[in-house]
């Protein structure tokens, strides 16, 4: 269900009480990484220099018509784990990521939720399978690193620790001293609730598109809002 009906909004008045972490997706909730470096042309490029060594077997067709970088990245690391091959994939990946922080477009209402967030008294954490260095380009940008620095856990190396693994959550988790139960997750793929769920920590979707609304909710997501602005009005009344 979406938050409109009042036992929504009594269910996301509960969800921010009891939060004294907040774990937030990247990519999606903070801010579209790909609104002006098309991911999709990012993972052909990616296909391209995979076949350009003899490796275009590496990838099934379903892999190959997703057109997503990271499906690309996990589908070569599963068959050729903590190899360099994966590893120059990795680092092609990230500096994909870095071209895109520079135009990528603030999710609306996320800048003002994440300051207000942090002067009542929240500590906040970035949980993301994008590279750590993208997010910090990205917050820097926008003045926000010192409302989640040192709390920024993205993809490393261990490629099977990324989400749906609850390990981002884990180490943020860990690293602030929070149990699972005092911490809120914001994120908008179903890998993102599953990893929530594994580690614990109640989770709040973020849909603004119908066809992200309707993955969330199959994947048992109880409230999917398609604006962040109740967050922030609730957060300031």
Same mark, same amino acid.
């Given at each position: ?5 009042? *036992? ?15 774990? +937030? ?9 790909? =609104? ?12 391209? +220099? ?6 275009? &077997? ?10 997503? /970088? ?42 003002? !939720?994440?300051?207000? +967030? ?6 906040? =954490?970035?949980?993301?399978? *994008? ?5 910090? %380009? ?44 005092? =911490?809120?997750?914001? &994120?908008?793929? /179903? ?40 967050? !922030? %009005?609730?957060?300031?009344?």
């Amino acid at each position: 269900m979406t938050a409109e009906t009042e *036992n929504d909004q009594h269910y996301l008045q509960t969800l921010i009480k009891g939060a004294r972490v907040v774990l +937030w997706d990247f990519d999606g909730p903070i801010c579209r990484l790909f =609104a002006g470096h098309s991911a999709d042309r990012v993972a052909s490029d990616l296909m391209s +220099w995979l076949e350009g060594r003899g490796l275009h &077997g590496l990838l099934t067709e379903t892999e190959r018509q997703s057109l997503d /970088p990271q499906v690309v990245l996990r589908a070569v690391d599963r068959r050729h784990p903590g190899s360099d091959l994966v590893a120059e994939l990795e680092e092609r990946l990230t500096h994909e990521e870095l071209r895109a922080a520079s135009s990528a477009m603030p999710t609306p209402y996320a800048d003002p !939720l994440i300051r207000t +967030w942090t002067a009542v008294g929240s500590r906040l =954490a970035i949980t993301t399978n *994008n590279s750590p260095r993208v997010v910090h %380009k990205y917050l820097e940008s926008r003045g926000l690193v010192g409302c989640f620095a040192p709390h920024i856990y993205g993809r490393t190396q261990e490629l099977h620790h990324m989400k749906p693994d609850p390990h981002c959550l884990n180490r943020a988790l860990s690293a602030m001293g929070a149990a699972p139960a005092d =911490a809120l997750m914001i &994120g908008d793929t /179903p890998s993102d609730h599953e990893a929530a769920a594994r580690a614990g920590v109640p989770f709040l979707g973020y849909g603004q598109s119908d066809r992200t609304a309707r993955m969330l909710l199959a994947a048992g997501v109880e409230v999917v809002l398609p604006s962040l602005e109740p967050l !922030l %009005k609730l957060l300031r009344g």
